[in-house]
């Protein structure tokens, strides 16, 4: 295939089912991949190894299969119609259009008459060469009959695959290595950790005592980080794998306002593959540990999980990262405190009273800072100022680099430049005039977009603080200081004084 060069070119990004489906699956397994962020990074590859100059790249944010449902393919081809570009990058045709052949009729007249190229990773399509209207055409039949057997096809198959005793998650169990045939088999250097959680628990211990104990050990864990929590032990102490069943589908996904969300489903529904593979641990001791590991940690009613603490998910510890984690300490009074080993004896903790009061007092100081100053830009902690400077800034380089695109011609005809030099120069003028346009709009756009986020956040500040003291309780609270903070930052040494702590708050905006 013979690549074109040197194209000015917009990009279309845009997901298929099939990698919604995928990134579901990562997100099963606790993984998350985006897949616009790899296509991008493909096509930007491509575009660069060839030298084309992008001009603007679409990505759609809806999924729709139609074309009056994705916005952003409407804008592109009344780019393209007009011959705005050269080219259009895709990863496949099926990205411009998957839905029927009417749509597919507008999309190739759009092409057709601008004489735009459609250039993939793989294949280069002129649409005004005699036969490509044919190969739209067909394609597009395929993926529209691809498309409408595409889910149960898949569901149906990873069904099949399941009840033949095959592993089919993204991530092969910990404490298993998976064969080509997707067949289960003990890992010899991870099998033994699953046996030794099995046995611990079995004999009384709890699941921080466990995952400490393995952190301490340098036991890798099912993930990527170097610390075990409660949450590995238990979902290892959950997996029926490690008896040598497969399971599958315990969980059913729906779509809900346009995200994918997981429903459980009852066991009778669940596919059930027994002795697939070999067992790490006996039935025997399966039964000892599920006994007293639902002693040990009792499963949430109801009533506790109604959210006590209404700084929840709010405050992180500086040191690690980790959220901190309420309890209540020997007065029963409650405090906040870093969970992770990492910063115990390093960083203490705090009465949760105390910190709720010092955040709150930093938002009543933040929103009169709006009030009563009317020169609130420089006070508002915004990169407002920062980009109109630079915005300044590469507006007076865009003139220095127009005028001297200007002068380009002089040098020509003085004879200054011949005509190889002069293409050399102007082909790079143009370019870096190309670039500082794209900046100079990105910037006015996302200058205009916080200008509005402030419009809006004000007032909603001055709400919040006189809000919170009315609610009553911690779940309204939380929602309350979530809608204006994103995070809140916290440390404080070991063997500081009462009241001696600091807080970063990071204002959502
Ligand atoms: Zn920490």
């Not at 990863?91 to 735009?116: C, N, V």
Request: with cysteine; hydrophobic share 35%; charged share 30%.
């Amino acid at each position: 295939m013979n690549q074109p060069s040197g194209l000015d070119v917009f990009m279309y990004l845009r997901k298929s089912r099939t990698d919604i489906e995928e990134e579901r699956r990562a997100q099963e397994e606790g993984l998350s991949f985006d897949v616009l962020k790899r296509h991008r990074k493909q096509l930007l590859d491509l575009a660069n190894q060839k030298q084309h100059r992008i001009l603007e790249i679409y990505e759609e944010i809806v999924s729709g299969e139609h074309l009056f449902d994705r916005p952003q393919i409407q804008k592109m081809l009344k780019s393209v119609e007009k011959g705005a570009c050269d080219a259009v990058l895709v990863m496949d045709l099926d990205r411009l259009g998957r839905g029927d052949l009417y749509d597919m009729g507008i999309i190739f007249r759009a092409f057709r008459l601008s004489e735009t190229y459609i250039i993939t990773p793989y294949e280069v399509i002129y649409p005004s060469e005699e036969g490509a209207e044919l190969l739209f055409g067909v394609k597009s039949i395929i993926s529209r009959e691809e498309l409408k057997s595409i889910t149960k096809r898949m569901q149906r198959g990873r069904r099949a695959s399941a009840s033949e005793g095959k592993s089919i998650t993204s991530k092969v169990p910990f404490g298993y290595w998976r064969d080509a045939n997707l067949k289960l088999h003990p890992d010899p250097d991870t099998a033994w950790v699953v046996q030794q959680i099995f046995e611990m628990v079995a004999r009384g211990k709890g699941r921080n005592q466990i995952a400490n104990e393995l952190t301490n050990l340098g036991i890798r864990t099912p993930g990527k980080g170097r610390e075990w929590s409660h949450t590995m032990i238990s979902k290892i102490l959950k997996n029926e794998v490690y008896l040598g069943h497969i399971v599958w589908g315990k969980n059913k996904y729906i779509k809900q306002n346009g995200k994918y969300i997981s429903k459980p489903l009852p066991p009778e529904q669940w596919y059930r593959k027994e002795h697939a593979h070999k067992p790490i641990i006996t039935q025997e001791l399966w039964d000892l540990a599920h006994q007293n590991y639902g002693m040990h940690n009792p499963p949430r009613v109801k009533s506790s999980q109604k959210l006590v603490n209404p700084l929840a998910g709010l405050v992180y510890c500086k040191n690690c990262g980790y959220a901190l984690t309420r309890k209540a300490d020997s007065k029963n009074t409650a405090i906040l405190r870093c969970p992770s080993i990492r910063c115990r004896g390093i960083v203490k903790g705090i009465s949760l009273q105390l910190i709720e009061s010092r955040i709150l007092d930093s938002i009543k100081e933040f929103t009169q800072a709006f009030t009563l100053d009317i020169q609130l830009s420089d006070k508002f902690p915004t990169e407002i100022p920062l980009k109109k400077k630079s915005l300044k800034v590469k507006e007076k380089q865009l003139g220095i680099l127009q005028e001297q695109h200007e002068n380009l011609h002089d040098l020509l005809e003085q004879g200054t430049y011949d005509a190889k030099t002069f293409a050399d120069r102007q082909k790079k003028l143009s370019d870096r005039i190309r670039k500082v346009k794209e900046q100079i709009k990105k910037l006015r756009k996302e200058i205009n977009r916080e200008e509005q986020n402030c419009a809006v956040f004000k007032p909603k500040v001055k709400t919040i603080s006189e809000a919170y003291d009315v609610a009553n309780d911690a779940e309204k609270k939380n929602r309350l200081l979530k809608s204006v903070l994103d995070r809140i930052e916290y440390s404080r040494q070991q063997g500081s004084k009462h009241g001696e702590f600091t807080i970063n708050i990071f204002f959502r905006i």
